[in-house]
């Protein structure tokens, strides 16, 4: 999975830990490095990191002007 186009981007991931929990989360995509996603997660309002092999799904998110 190519996460490395999102960086910048705020997207939802799925993602699998390493107990095998699935979580959704929405995140904010800082850098890419050495495998890893360094993030900001919205859900806990702070700085994450998470193992590109243990993401499932990735879609941008996109905000609609009202």
Known sequence: MSIAKY???????????????????????????????FAFDTSCNGPRRFAVERILAAQPVIVHAS
Do not use: F, P, W
């Not at 705020?10 to 959704?24: A, G, L, P």
């Open 7 to 37: 960086i910048g981007r705020t997207i939802v991931i799925v993602y699998m830990d390493k107990k095998e929990r699935i979580s959704k989360r929405t995140i904010r995509v800082i850098r890419i490095d050495a495998g890893t996603v």
